[in-house]
């Protein structure tokens, strides 16, 4: 047993709230343990300048951290983004553009602005899962309107963090089983059980391909569990 009572495969406490905030095209709450982050999809009529006349749509994604959503406050980043920043927000629109079909968005661009309030671990992963729904929620309003055909989406996206932590390969790590892990690995997968990016270290020696494919059905397990729980917030 964890320090949290979880077993080995078992996810933290997920709950997803859809229509979180009122102006966005697209908002959800998702909490996953003591992780929270609120996630918006705004949708724009235009597309980058270097998209322009290509017929076709463009998703993309910021984040950020509130400066007391960890333990210690943390300065506001105004003097422009940190790099874990950008590694993140790059890591989260790449993922959430393999849901979308483009080509059939039209000349429009949908932002996914993913805050975190509250942080413990798992937090760019929540935005994975959270900001797909947010997403969906967006498009699913430009599909009941008939501005876009209902193949612009495709199959889900969702993510989980998974890792070795004293020797014990985990689902789901929290803050404190995040620090002490000898493996690291951040998952997201699609509703056709096909990755969509694997992030993967060793961050204390090195890991087996067997470690490997243990850490990767673990996480095949969470996401499946994940894909219900967005079905149902983005259904409602």
């Given amino acids: ?40 999809a705004s949708v724009e009529e235009r597309v980058p300048f270097w998209l322009r006349d290509q017929n076709q749509g463009w998703v993309t994604a910021e984040y950020g951290m509130l400066p007391r959503s960890t333990h210690q406050r943390a300065a506001r980043e105004t003097s422009g983004p940190r790099a874990r920043t950008q590694e993140i927000r790059r ?26 309030i509250q942080a413990d671990g798992g937090t760019r992963t929540a935005s994975v ?22 193949r612009v989406l495709g199959s889900p996206i969702a993510a989980v963090g998974v890792g070795v932590v004293q020797n014990e390969v985990l689902l789901d790590l929290n803050y404190e089983e995040d620090s002490q892990a000898q493996v690291d690995f951040n998952v997201v997968m699609n509703g056709a059980h096909e990755y969509v990016e694997i992030q993967g270290t060793a961050e204390q020696g090195t890991f087996s391909r067997e470690a490997m494919n243990q850490l990767l059905e673990l996480a095949e397990g969470g996401i499946a569990e994940l894909l219900k729980l967005q079905r149902r917030a983005y259904s409602s």
């Fill in 91 to 116: 890591l989260i629109g790449r993922c959430l553009r393999a849901g979308v079909d483009l080509t059939l968005l039209g000349e429009r661009t949908v932002t996914i602005d993913c805050d975190v």
């Fill in 1 to 40: 047993m964890r320090l949290d009572g979880r077993a080995q495969n078992e996810m933290r406490p997920v709950v997803i709230t859809p229509g979180y905030l009122d102006y966005p095209e697209g908002s959800v709450l998702i909490e996953m343990g003591r992780t929270r982050v609120i996630c918006t």
């Fill in 129 to 150: 899962t959270g900001g797909y729904v947010a997403l969906a929620i967006a498009l699913r309003k430009l599909i009941k309107g008939g501005l876009l055909s209902p």
